[in-house]
């Protein structure tokens, strides 16, 4: 939509997408499958705030169970803002020396600079993630317009080994990665997918709708739309709740795939109290809450953020009980 | 969901939404079916910036031929906050004498003030509203928390000779009606609706799921997510784009309500640029210019509101012909 | 400022603003001199939500022993989004009748549409006002450009009786009106100042040096900046907090007419809790809450606002106690 | 203000804040004097996007001249989200080798998380650094609460070598610091001041207010309101427009600080122009455009920012030459 509004728009992207680095149609077939539902999992701390692997390695055993396309590593549940660079790094190793083969690692590479993007994408290549998820960097929000936001993708893309995902989240960045940027950003042969989590189906269709040649996925970011995306053409998603609720998310997922909307709708409206409570309500704070309910590890996050208050964990918890999720 | 987040406004709802005011289940058979499609018609006005009702006789004809479930009158695509009090009734009478008795007519009735709302409800069900639309009031913000809200909304439901519909619109008031507000006031006899303009298919779902119990109807504000809304239970639409292209809009809700997902996946996606065209991107001013490109008549905005500009007129046409709805 | 940065602007209002409705020099000395401090008053109403003109009356008559410039009627306090067109016309008339003639009224006559607010200023010039106070439209938010706006401000001036005054108060419209257009528009012989709520004193200090010509007025919106605003050239303010300290801002507004700074400084400090108390915290309600302390009717709001709850009442009064305002 | 008003936060503080950290009145007198003027320096890079030392160092010895009570290194228009953290504290040691003793280093040390916050400020210490200034985290807003903030800033303050500055810039954090944690941070004896950059005079003066017994300085964020912001308190500024025009920022604190209010008055409206040129209208490439045409080096921004374009350069010339600061 509306690519004929912005020439100067397409004159970078024509420029930047360069035409050996556009998508050639014989070669999509060999590219990777992203389809299905990803848990984006916290970072667990220990008391003092280190990176406590040992709960780590128990969560990806429990996560590996379940029938997920793969695992999201330093996604905004990640507290990844929260991370030294070499911390990022070690923990993606490591979930990959722990996870079974055939999941896939989606790792968050993104920075606020073009060049830090390229230097972590590159590392993350190294340690095996297979795709590295860049959100919009955003601190400098006057100065991120499509074209600066564009360039810097298409750059962090032309040097990435893996290929790359583009990541919408105007809650935390509150910066919109427009339509028009998105459609010119999926014809580089190196930007595969979008992870759109404004919640906004109409957006997700359109992209889809204009992306049938491109071989471009969208995934949804939220578990509260997972079928409003899915018959709207996303493949699947990157959803917290899928770290408490995994087989469900993927039960759903799977009656989306296989057309029983009436399934689906039941399933799907259950779920939405549920990941209002791991989201909008209570944030990272009550995702670590509610995985403690369910059998993971969830600790802490680091300072600043706080540990759920006594009152809220109450009423977390009974937005899981209402749909009798817990008792 | 979060019913139990907010005690105050529990016994605000309790004290308002009093017994004998509460739904009984076995009336619920005698309620208005609101289900279905409902275009927000513009008013048309002549290069006086007068009401020009010639042209809306001839509008009212062709929409007659389209099955419609009715028409909404004085939505936010009606310039209702630039017409008077009588202008604003005045125009229902005439619409419900030229519509086809079996077409529903919802009014807009809202105003700043709860007296003004209550009186404007009376007129319009004395000139033929099957319904009032009520907008949340937003010009204090601050003020509006959900208390003043439900508050607001109750004693017009308690006075309104017909039916209420709510109505969430955040993008022309920056005021949000909460969930919990919504399945609060879904208790009263007298609120049968809600119009959400959002574009939340989450929260629609959420609502449906919670008010199963309550005979109440969410209608979609947008015709880009008439489908996603649809599978996670929305009953139809309110949406801008039904001036325009409305055999379209029908037929994709009737395809949603017959099950065929494929062919309303297709439909769906190819109107979402033409939708935001008339929307998002060119408000009241590209959709009356749209009409114009559809053999209705549609005009000028009454002033401040200015005319589409040159420039987007072509922009907007090529929305519509990227689909082939214009050539 | 970046006149010269919007030239399409500059063109609208080259031929809004025709050469013989330009401000012509040798008149200036005529014009209406605002400067001084005016309470924008709230509206009373009794315990049926009418207004309480005897109530009225007598606030007029406290009001009138202070050496206000003027009273503003129908701003944002006065709750006029609520009040019908004949209770806005009638409630000035009234104000004129009872009001010493040495002091102004500024009649707040903006509506959402150019046209309704040309026969309000007609109106109000009619029953006595000075001057009319024009508000920004605000419900289509997309719609009210900088081109939209300017011309809708030049058409009202163009029609008005008396001169307007321009209203810029973001925090209830979520409009800006641009420093651009605040400049362009100052050149009409019509329009004489502005009345800037949105505490930006950057802004102020700006179209105070670029009107330097023109003969025109800023009025700062609260009383929280009546010093920091002066100093850069505002020549007083409209303000919630002089209807129940009216002495006090206008002492405040006198040591800095006098250049008294030190005194200014300090009781300009102390203003500022108690400001917040009957402005951003506990708005209208408090107003109205606060004046009962000070021995003004205050009553309740009109419906949809609520009068101010226990908790709060006691908040604001300690914002008053603090600085011994209230005992 | 409000200080009443929030129970819970006035206990976090309690106890954050505990006997032996909170300020002793005996040992004001040896605290650092911030008052002053501050240019917060941008960061060269070469074509390579390196730090380019030679050139800061030029810049460095030119802003020696300026009687600046120091410097800010790694402010907002330092482009520290860009920078490793190497760079950051290799840039200070450089700095500080380079400036004049008698000036002062105010090394922004904000991170997203508590600890590596208090890391960055011991390494800034160590440097030379004379005070850190902390941004508020803002990643996750939600979590951002004034609790989660005060927490945060307690905690670096006790670990901090140097005294610490609170910096409050809500146009790149979206994040609001309150009066009420300002006033409850204010107690603690590491924390000597607040930059304020929201431009909120009203504010600056209540907090000015209610720490008198504190000695808490305010610096004003921005060079639109030097005048306006000392007349209520503030004790200079830390501002983006005195890297260029440093000579004329200086000249306009010394009028205020003398008292000569109608000479600063002319001044100050002067440079607001040339203010926004630099910051709102044109950010960090703005900065480095201007800094070019005043003999220092400005060089091109980090990508994803984009260098200032051409046809922005030339409204920039014409913000400065309006008032004649160029030619």
Chains 1, 2, 3, 4 share one sequence.
């Not at 997920?68 to 070690?90: C, K, M, P, Q």
């Not at 959803?239 to 057309?259: F, H, K, M, P, Q």
């Amino acid at each position: 939509m509306l690519r004929c509004a912005q020439q100067s728009l397409k004159t970078v992207i024509a420029t930047a997408v360069a035409q050996n680095r556009q998508k050639a149609m014989s070669t999509a077939s060999s590219r990777l499958d992203l389809e299905g539902i990803y848990p984006p999992i916290p970072t667990p701390f220990d008391d003092k705030e280190e990176i406590d692997y040992p709960a780590l390695q128990r969560n990806i055993e429990k996560w590996s169970k379940i029938p997920f396309r793969g695992l999201t590593v330093h996604g905004s549940n990640g507290e990844y803002t929260f991370l030294t660079t070499d911390e990022r790094i070690d923990m993606v190793k490591k979930v990959r020396s722990w996870l079974p083969k055939d999941k896939l690692i989606i790792a968050g590479a993104g920075c606020e600079s073009t060049r830090c993007t390229i230097k972590m994408s590159e590392r993350m290549a190294k340690v095996g993630a297979d795709a590295v998820l860049v959100i919009t960097p955003s601190y400098y929000k006057g100065g991120m317009t499509s074209e600066a936001l564009t360039n810097h993708f298409v750059k962090v893309a032309d040097a990435s080994p893996v290929p790359v995902i583009l990541y919408n989240v105007p809650k935390f960045t509150t910066i919109e990665l427009t339509v028009e940027a998105i459609l010119a950003l999926a014809k580089h042969k190196n930007i595969i997918a979008l992870k759109e989590s404004s919640g906004n189906v109409a957006k997700i269709g359109h992209i889809v709708h204009w992306t049938k040649g491109e071989d471009f996925t969208v995934l949804a970011g939220s578990a509260d739309h997972i079928l409003q995306s899915h018959v709207i053409g996303a493949s699947g998603g990157i959803c917290a709740l899928a770290n408490v609720l995994g087989e469900e998310v993927c039960r759903l997922y799977e009656l989306c795939r296989t057309g029983d909307i009436t399934a689906a709708t039941l399933l799907q409206q259950k779920l939405i109290g549920p990941n209002a409570a791991v989201t909008s309500k209570f944030g990272v704070p009550g995702l670590k809450f509610a995985m403690e309910q369910f059998g993971y590890y969830g600790g802490d996050p680091r300072s600043p953020l706080l540990p759920l208050a006594k009152e809220k964990q109450s009423l977390l918890l009974s937005l899981f009980q209402e749909d009798q999720f817990l008792k």
